[in-house]
């Protein structure tokens, strides 16, 4: 698969539109087999409404999109066979277990009983489900519906698994382990391609990443390119005292000649320099003003700060502004199936 002449996604002008809005705007994306791409951005960012497309739960208005080598508008039976998709909440069955679910599925794809039942096994006890096998899966958590919907997908291996924000709404604990389901799927040769809104997602798992506001990528890179892309550097200042805050904030920016950050920590600040030089002097200026450091680093910006650089607004702050989510079918979670 990693020896393809095609790339995994290709994507070219890409429109989709839901009344009067264009919830994706001439999408350019190119994905490698074998990779893990992100696609990042807030709710409403068109990010989900991409993805259904690529899937072919969706058609387009514009532009192309092939998807393993095949037309998403004119071969979707030849993409259906060969990809799976999970979306942002649980598509299997609450009232059966989570076995019932796997064996059901597998029963589906055509294996023999006893063929279903042994993959199904294989994949709960993978997946840390086993102790919870013949519970419904309704008496599940977040974190164990994610894991018995992934496993649900990755019945039959796909060469292709789109996952749409596959951790949302989880613990920390929770998404560390969706984490490492995925970057198992990847590194047993499955192409994924990731939305989600979590920067530090991206960061984490992301090959590459393509940023996108309101429909259309505004950039795209490794998570080092997209830190580079910006061109300076982010001072981070904790302060002993947090009462010391806003004349530090006042002395950093004229040292500086930079806006500063103010976040929920009282005692901390930050700002993005472009003349690394004046580091130094900035600190100093600090101390003669009485005003005592705890800590500091001086290193990239974060994917935060590279999306506020791009957009002029932090991820956090976005809210639903395009099409995501305005499909007339309502469908949310779907695995593709031949």
């Known amino acids: 698969m990693n020896g393809s002449a095609h790339p995994a996604v290709y994507v070219d002008g890409l429109v989709k539109h839901f009344g009067s809005t264009r919830a994706v705007d001439g999408l350019q994306i190119e994905v490698a087999p074998g990779a893990l791409y992100g696609v990042l951005g807030p709710n409403g960012a068109g990010k989900t409404t991409a993805l259904r497309m690529l899937a072919t ?37 609450e009232d059966l277990s989570g076995r019932e679910n796997l064996v059901l599925l597998g029963r589906l794809w055509g294996h023999r009983w006893r063929d279903a039942a042994t993959r199904a096994d294989g994949l709960l006890e993978a997946f840390g489900l086993t102790d919870a096998a013949g519970r419904q899966v309704k008496t599940y958590s977040g974190g164990m519906r994610r894991r018995i919907d992934i496993a649900a997908s990755i019945l039959v291996t796909p060469d292709l698994i789109f996952l749409d924000e596959p951790t949302t709404g989880l613990d920390p604990r929770s998404r560390n382990q969706v984490w490492e389901i995925v970057r198992a799927l990847v590194s047993g040769g499955t ?6 809104q979590y920067l530090d997602e991206a960061d984490q798992l992301a090959d590459r990443i393509a940023v996108i506001d309101h429909g259309r990528v505004i950039a795209e890179g490794s998570s080092s390119q997209l830190k580079a892309s910006v061109g300076v550097g982010v001072l981070h200042v904790r302060l002993h005292d947090p009462e010391q805050r806003l004349r530090a904030e006042e002395l950093l920016a004229r040292t500086l000649d930079a806006s500063i950050q103010v976040d929920g920590d009282p005692a901390a600040l930050s700002a993005r320099v472009t003349d690394t030089a ?31 650089t791009l957009t002029g607004r932090p991820a956090a702050d976005q809210r639903a502004e395009d099409g995501d989510g305005l499909d007339p079918s309502g469908a949310t979670s779907q695995e593709v199936t031949a």
Do not use: C, W
């Open 57 to 93: 739960l969706l058609r387009p208005d514009a532009g192309t999109a092939r998807v393993l080598g095949h037309d998403v508008v004119t071969e979707p039976k030849l993409i259906r066979r060969r990809v799976s998709m999970t979306g942002q909440f649980a598509s299997v069955d």
């Open 278 to 308: 004046r580091v130094a002097y900035a600190l100093s200026e600090l101390t003669d003003a009485g005003v005592e450091v705890a800590n500091f680093s001086l290193g990239q910006p974060s994917l935060d700060e590279v999306f506020l």
């Open 191 to 196: 192409t994924v391609l990731l939305t989600t």
